[in-house]
């Protein structure tokens, strides 16, 4: 079954600390898509990173990284040294060889100042 | 570039009735996949469109359907409104010029409540 778990309902750091949002996903495809989402409280999905299956690499992207791991099945998401702007829910999705995105669960991220 | 673009932003029905969303994707793009957003269930797909004919589905009953125009602007309808289908519905739009549906560019979304 093609599934994307965030086991992380709500994280709560204090502004300038480092957070990783945990993304695991499960697919019997061999090529696949994993996203990444952010979504404010105004509720418009903003992309924040596409990866495919055969792409490894970590990405950094300013404050913003990605670890994808196969190995692992997981694509995990880190902001260094966050700002309260970075407040959201993050979602985490797979693409599947319909092109459904299969999402996960979300997880709040709650960035105090 | 325009991006996508949803109406109305936000709705108000009571059980029974039935409403239309609308949405027009980015110009040059011709999927429109729909996705809908609760607190209970998360964010699931609904369907998409695809020069005018559905080309996937979600696991949703059927008071839940859409359409394509040849515009590529599709909507979507749900008839005899449940407490339930109180949500978000998402529009999402893909395949511009390289043809990609890898890539999903959101809209606003369409704030549904259901009294």
């Known amino acids: 079954a093609q599934k994307v778990t965030q086991a992380q309902t709500e994280i709560s750091v204090v502004e300038k600390e480092d957070v990783t949002l945990d993304c695991v996903y499960e697919?019997?495809?061999?090529?696949?898509?994993l996203f990444w989402y952010k979504q404010p409280p105004s509720g418009e999905l903003v992309f924040l990173i596409r990866?495919?299956?055969?792409d490894e690499q970590n990405e950094i992207s300013g404050r913003y990284s990605w670890n994808f791991q196969k190995s692992t099945s997981s694509f995990n998401f880190t902001i260094t040294a966050s700002q309260v702007v970075d407040s959201a829910v993050y979602f985490c999705a797979l693409l599947d060889s319909n092109y459904q995105l299969i999402w996960g669960a979300g997880t709040k991220l709650i960035i105090k100042p | 570039k325009a991006g996508v673009t949803q109406t109305p932003r936000y709705l108000i029905k009571t059980r029974g009735q039935q409403v239309t969303l609308s949405c027009s994707p980015i110009?040059?793009?011709?999927?429109v996949s729909w996705y809908q957003q609760t607190p209970g269930q998360g964010l699931q797909f609904l369907f998409e469109?695809?020069?005018?004919?559905?080309?996937n589905k979600g696991n949703f009953p059927g008071r839940f359907s859409g359409r394509q125009f040849s515009n590529s602007r599709s909507e979507m309808n749900v008839s005899t409104l449940e407490l339930g289908d109180s949500a978000l519905y998402l529009c999402a739009s893909s395949g511009g010029g390289t043809g990609r549906r890898d890539e999903q560019f959101f809209g606003p979304g369409t704030r549904l409540t259901v009294l």
């Open positions: 697919t019997r495809d061999t090529t696949y898509y």
């Open positions: 469109y695809f020069s005018e004919t559905q080309r």
């Open positions: 990866r495919n299956s055969f």
């Open positions: 110009s040059g793009h011709r999927s």
